[in-house]
């Protein structure tokens, strides 16, 4: 980092906000407007909360001089996906008394309330902590929700990683005891000399921050698109260790090549013990070396990028004061989810339920909740926006399957397999920097290829495919084998080619592309994948192989394809 150039104006922001204090508490008892000053929305981040407006209305109140329709979205960190049933019912019952009526289940495996007005945030914040969850560091320049594979009872190797991403998580939250002086009115802190962040300092990160715990074959937490990831290496049913990935990422932003999504680089392995000790250090080099002057460049991805792997891993094992050992031999298959009841060696059941869009709402809302009333095992948040319902006896199963069938859930996994490989980010109409919907127009456009994959014989073959509003990638667009990403109100960039393990990115195959016009854009293609594909080939590699786009390569190359004309004529 040049030291020459100017800070980013967050880092300022920061080292006077006094362990992200800073005016918030004044803000928000400020009734005179729904919303936050610029530097307290920032702050909010820390504390998992984003001043949001309805988009909806948003021309119509400017029209009339009255401010934005100002709401609040909660994010509440689940580390690993699991929660209680008693948390379930919390959650459900927020969604009713504080925000728009529906549950959102993120990328992340957290939850999501929308639609929260100021003077109810401090209570529903409460009403998440009296439920023994936080919202502390869900957002803004620190470690974020840690990821697991959501299966632990399969095998002991699940119970082990779940155990881990929990320790990570501890370790990595922030000491600040602002979040409780805010929020849950704990006493104050007299003098600053007291509080110290162990780890962060008082400028946390030079951005955000993401890790994730993965065991092959599944990539459902998509290591590719985390800061920092750890590999199982399981042998005999026992983790003998991780590898160690650094530098993946998805946010770019169209038009500016300097910016683009990232795999992330395997440099080494750990043992089970330093994990922790690695995820600090790892943390550290990047809290010491990120670019702190420009927060499009501020990701691990580009201090990576700036330097190389080998510089990385040098700093790394200098911080750790040992050596990561060479990585160990592995194989992802997919990054979805396996659907339907699966029993695990204790004898209990699993049922992973696809839920569109992640966003629990009407009569499967009223369906979860009864279940969650009865059940006696937890609920598994998915990364991609699904939900396990975990270790359902032999005995409650009936019990169990009969409000599912009730609230119309229990096929709810007998969809087309591109159904249930799709993502969406949530977009429209709460999220202010969408450009084009994606949770509320992703399903038609899934409908729409579905009559021609059926007609091909395609009903059943899996089929990553993902739509954001926005190049930010939150839905994680450019890992998955076709993908929208919201370019202008109606028009999306097409990607093709990610791996369907999440381990190749696409390439970008049409620039601005109406909803009309994808489905004639696919339509041939699918076909020619139906009639040419070889046996067992994936769709993310026929394409590459038949010419419609050329295979990705890290970096700037990114943006290439378009202007290298690779299409199939
Ligand atoms: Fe995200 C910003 C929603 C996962 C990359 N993301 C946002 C905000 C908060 C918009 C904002 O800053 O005002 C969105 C709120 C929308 C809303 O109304 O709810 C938002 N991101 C989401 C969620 C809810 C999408 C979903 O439909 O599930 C996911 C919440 C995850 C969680 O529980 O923590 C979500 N965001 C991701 C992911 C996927 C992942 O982490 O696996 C990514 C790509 C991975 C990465 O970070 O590189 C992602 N979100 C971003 C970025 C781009 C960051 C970058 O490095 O450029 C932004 C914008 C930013 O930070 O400036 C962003
Ligand atoms: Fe919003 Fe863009 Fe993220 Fe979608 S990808 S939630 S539009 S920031």
Same mark, same amino acid.
């Given at each position: 980092?040049?030291?020459?150039?100017?800070?980013?104006?967050?880092?300022?922001?920061?080292?006077?906000?006094?362990?992200?204090?800073?005016?918030?508490?004044?803000?928000?008892?400020?009734?005179?407007?729904?919303?936050?000053?610029?530097?307290?929305?920032?702050?909010?981040?820390?504390?998992?909360?984003?001043?949001?407006? +309805?988009?909806?209305?948003?021309?119509?109140?400017?029209?009339?001089?009255?401010?934005?329709?100002?709401?609040?979205?909660? @994010?509440?960190?689940?580390?690993?996906?699991?929660?209680?049933?008693?948390?379930?019912?919390?959650?459900?019952?927020?969604?009713?008394?504080?925000?728009?009526?529906?549950?959102?289940?993120?990328?992340?495996?957290?939850?999501?309330?929308?639609?929260?007005?100021?003077?109810?945030?401090?209570?529903?914040?409460?009403?998440?902590?009296?439920?023994?969850?936080?919202?502390?560091?869900?957002?803004?320049?620190?470690?974020?929700?840690?990821?697991?594979?959501?299966? #632990?009872?399969?095998?002991?190797?699940?119970?082990?990683?779940?155990?881990?991403?929990?320790?990570?998580?501890?370790?990595?939250? #922030?000491?600040?005891?602002?979040?409780?002086?805010?929020?849950?009115?704990?006493?104050?802190?007299?003098?600053?000399?007291?509080?110290?962040?162990?780890?962060?300092?008082?400028?946390?990160?030079?951005?955000?921050?993401?890790?994730?715990?993965?065991?092959?074959?599944?990539?459902?937490?998509?290591?590719?698109?985390?800061?920092?990831?750890?590999?199982?290496?399981?042998?005999?049913?026992?983790?003998?260790?991780?590898?160690?990935?650094?530098?993946?990422?998805?946010?770019?932003?169209?038009?500016?090549?300097?910016?683009?999504?990232?795999?992330?680089?395997?440099?080494?392995?750990?043992?089970?013990?330093?994990?922790?000790?690695?995820?600090?250090?790892?943390?550290?080099?990047? @809290?010491?070396?990120?670019?702190?002057?420009?927060?499009?460049?501020?990701?691990?991805?580009?201090?990576?990028?700036?330097?190389?792997?080998?510089?990385?891993?040098?700093?790394?094992?200098?911080?750790?004061?040992?050596?990561?050992?060479?990585?160990?031999?592995?194989?992802?298959?997919?990054?979805?989810?396996?659907?339907?009841?699966?029993?695990?060696?204790?004898?209990?059941?699993?049922?992973?339920?696809?839920?569109?869009?992640?966003?629990?709402? +009407?009569?499967?809302?009223?369906?979860?909740?009864?279940?969650?009333?009865?059940?006696?095992?937890?609920?598994?948040?998915?990364?991609?926006?699904?939900?396990?319902?975990?270790?359902?006896?032999?005995?409650? @199963?009936?019990?169990?399957?009969?409000?599912?069938?009730?609230?119309?859930?229990?096929?709810?996994?007998?969809?087309?397999?591109?159904?249930?490989?799709?993502?969406?980010?949530?977009?429209? #109409?709460?999220?202010?920097?969408?450009?084009?919907?994606?949770?509320?127009?992703?399903?038609?456009?899934?409908?729409?290829?579905?009559?021609?994959?059926?007609?091909?014989?395609?009903?059943?073959?899996?089929?990553?495919?993902?739509?954001?509003?926005?190049?930010?990638?939150?839905?994680?667009?450019?890992?998955?084998?076709?993908?929208?990403?919201?370019?202008?109100?109606?028009?999306?960039?097409?990607?093709?080619?990610?791996?369907?393990?999440?381990?190749?990115?696409?390439?970008?195959? @049409?620039?601005?592309?109406?909803?009309?016009?994808?489905?004639?854009?696919?339509?041939?293609?699918?076909?020619?994948?139906?009639?040419?594909?070889?046996?067992?080939?994936?769709?993310?590699?026929?394409?590459?192989?038949?010419?419609?786009?050329?295979?990705?390569?890290?970096?700037?190359?990114?943006?290439?394809?378009?202007?290298?004309?690779?299409?199939?004529?």
């Amino acid at each position: 980092m040049s030291e020459e150039k100017k800070l980013a104006h967050n880092e300022s922001m920061k080292i006077e906000s006094n362990y992200l204090r800073g005016t918030l508490a004044e803000g928000l008892a400020d009734t005179s407007t729904g919303g936050l000053t610029e530097d307290e929305q920032q702050l909010l981040k820390f504390h998992g909360c984003y001043l949001q407006d +309805d988009r909806d209305i948003r021309a119509g109140r400017r029209k009339n001089k009255l401010e934005k329709a100002f709401s609040f979205l909660i @994010r509440v960190r689940v580390p690993g996906g699991v929660a209680t049933p008693a948390q379930w019912i919390k959650m459900d019952n927020l969604a009713d008394d504080y925000a728009n009526g529906t549950i959102k289940l993120t990328t992340r495996q957290a939850f999501q309330l929308h639609g929260v007005i100021k003077t109810q945030l401090k209570k529903t914040i409460q009403e998440i902590n009296a439920a023994a969850m936080d919202t502390i560091a869900a957002c803004g320049d620190v470690n974020r929700n840690v990821m697991c594979n959501p299966n #632990p009872f399969l095998s002991e190797a699940h119970a082990e990683i779940l155990k881990i991403s929990q320790e990570i998580s501890d370790h990595l939250t #922030p000491a600040t005891k602002a979040y409780h002086e805010i929020w849950l009115d704990g006493d104050k802190v007299e003098s600053t000399a007291e509080e110290v962040e162990p780890i962060y300092g008082k400028t946390y990160l030079p951005r955000k921050f993401k890790i994730a715990v993965a065991v092959p074959p599944s990539n459902d937490v998509d290591i590719h698109a985390n800061d920092l990831s750890f590999v199982a290496i399981v042998e005999n049913s026992k983790v003998v260790g991780y590898n160690v990935a650094v530098g993946g990422g998805m946010g770019m932003t169209h038009g500016a090549p300097e910016t683009y999504p990232r795999l992330a680089d395997i440099i080494g392995f750990c043992t089970p013990e330093q994990v922790v000790d690695v995820s600090e250090k790892v943390l550290l080099v990047q @809290r010491d070396f990120g670019d702190r002057t420009n927060r499009k460049h501020a990701r691990l991805k580009y201090t990576i990028d700036d330097r190389s792997a080998e510089w990385f891993l040098e700093r790394l094992n200098e911080y750790l004061g040992y050596d990561l050992e060479p990585a160990r031999e592995f194989k992802f298959e997919h990054n979805g989810d396996r659907f339907g009841w699966v029993e695990d060696h204790e004898g209990d059941f699993h049922l992973n339920l696809f839920i569109e869009g992640g966003r629990v709402r +009407d009569r499967a809302r009223t369906g979860l909740r009864k279940i969650a009333e009865i059940h006696e095992g937890d609920f598994r948040l998915t990364g991609n926006q699904n939900l396990i319902i975990a270790k359902v006896s032999a005995a409650k @199963r009936p019990e169990v399957e009969a409000l599912l069938e009730e609230y119309g859930l229990l096929k709810s996994h007998e969809q087309s397999a591109l159904r249930l490989n799709s993502i969406a980010c949530v977009s429209l #109409p709460t999220c202010g920097l969408a450009l084009a919907e994606a949770e509320r127009a992703l399903p038609g456009v899934v409908t729409d290829l579905e009559n021609v994959l059926e007609d091909c014989g395609l009903r059943h073959d899996a089929i990553t495919i993902r739509m954001t509003g926005c190049p930010n990638g939150c839905g994680r667009p450019f890992l998955s084998e076709i993908a929208f990403v919201g370019r202008s109100p109606g028009k999306y960039n097409l990607y093709l080619g990610g791996g369907h393990a999440g381990d190749r990115l696409n390439k970008l195959y @049409r620039e601005a592309v109406t909803r009309e016009e994808i489905l004639t854009i696919l339509t041939p293609i699918i076909r020619d994948y139906a009639k040419s594909r070889e046996e067992g080939e994936k769709f993310g590699d026929f394409v590459i192989r038949a010419g419609y786009v050329a295979a990705t390569i890290q970096g700037l190359d990114f943006h290439a394809n378009l202007k290298a004309g690779a299409t199939r004529t």
